[in-house]
């Protein structure tokens, strides 16, 4: 049998000494290119488990395997710069780069050549159909702008998965509606897994596949 491409063993992360418990054993198993909304009230865990699951933070208990590997064993920054892309709801663009040095910075480990760091950014950010504003800095973008340069550096170094945690959170409703129409069309096209956290039912409830978090663990 195919092991999943992520599994979560008894995962549970507290902080303040033990006084706050964000995750209370969380057992959870993804498939490679499935489509995964994880919601919850403000305090389930939800934000918690995606960045355990993309390294930005490590459990107090508990194990994650990534391809049956745990992530204790894997080289960590090749794992968040070239396995996993990063979306946040409040973009974390630098405001000192224009729209596509933003995206290539993303490729600096990587090591690959500043003639092509630039190519592949400008051709992200035109396929996020951000073609006439390559040189904008964050500042002269709009929200939902701001939003699809931030996918596009997340999609530089071609990840296997996409973690998107609330990526519609500072967006109106037109500009959100065209955010998950476009992460979901890139999922498709590049059978990548796609794991989005989110606080909106519907966009939750139109996933193929929806985990509810209640009290820093999966309901049902």
């Given at each position: 049998?195919?092991?999943?491409?992520?599994?979560?063993?008894?995962?549970?992360?507290?902080?303040?000494?033990?006084?706050?418990?964000?995750?209370?054993?969380?057992?959870?198993?993804?498939?490679?290119?499935?489509?995964?909304?994880?919601?919850?009230?403000?305090?389930?865990?939800?934000?918690?488990?995606?960045?355990?699951?993309?390294?930005?933070?490590?459990?107090?208990?508990?194990?994650?395997?990534?391809?049956?590997?745990?992530?204790?064993?894997?080289?960590?920054?090749?794992?968040?710069?070239?396995t996993v892309g990063?979306?946040?709801?409040?973009?974390?663009?630098?405001?000192?780069?224009?729209?596509?040095?933003?995206?290539?910075?993303?490729?600096?480990?990587?090591?690959?050549?500043?003639?092509d760091r630039k190519?592949?950014?400008?051709?992200?950010?035109?396929?996020?159909?951000?073609?006439?504003?390559?040189?904008?800095?964050?500042?002269?973008?709009?929200?939902?702008?701001?939003?699809?340069?931030?996918?596009?550096?997340?999609?530089?170094?071609?990840?296997?998965?996409?973690?998107?945690?609330?990526?519609?959170?500072?967006?109106?409703?037109?500009?959100?509606?065209?955010?998950?129409?476009?992460?979901?069309?890139?999922?498709?096209?590049?059978?990548?897994?796609?794991?989005?956290?989110?606080?909106?039912?519907?966009?939750?409830?139109?996933?193929?596949?929806?985990?509810?978090?209640?009290?820093?663990?999966?309901?049902?």
């Amino acid at each position: 049998m195919i092991p999943p491409l992520l599994e979560v063993r008894g995962l549970e992360k507290s902080y303040d000494e033990g006084r706050i418990e964000a995750l209370r054993g969380v057992d959870l198993a993804i498939r490679a290119g499935e489509y995964v909304a994880i919601s919850g009230p403000s305090g389930s865990g939800k934000s918690t488990l995606i960045q355990l699951l993309g390294g930005l933070d490590i459990p107090t208990r508990g194990e994650i395997l990534f391809r049956n590997q745990s992530l204790t064993a894997i080289d960590m920054d090749q794992y968040r710069s070239g396995t996993v892309g990063f979306i946040f709801q409040a973009f974390y663009l630098l405001p000192t780069l224009r729209a596509v040095e933003n995206v290539q910075v993303a490729m600096l480990a990587a090591r690959s050549k500043p003639g092509d760091r630039k190519e592949r950014a400008i051709s992200l950010l035109e396929e996020m159909g951000l073609g006439a504003r390559l040189n904008h800095y964050p500042n002269e973008l709009s929200a939902g702008e701001r939003q699809r340069v931030a996918i596009a550096r997340a999609l530089a170094n071609g990840p296997d998965i996409l973690l998107a945690d609330e990526p519609t959170g500072n967006l109106d409703s037109v500009n959100s509606a065209k955010t998950i129409e476009l992460l979901t069309g890139i999922q498709k096209r590049s059978g990548m897994t796609l794991i989005i956290v989110t606080h909106e039912n519907e966009i939750a409830a139109a996933a193929p596949r929806h985990i509810r978090m209640r009290d820093g663990r999966i309901e049902g």
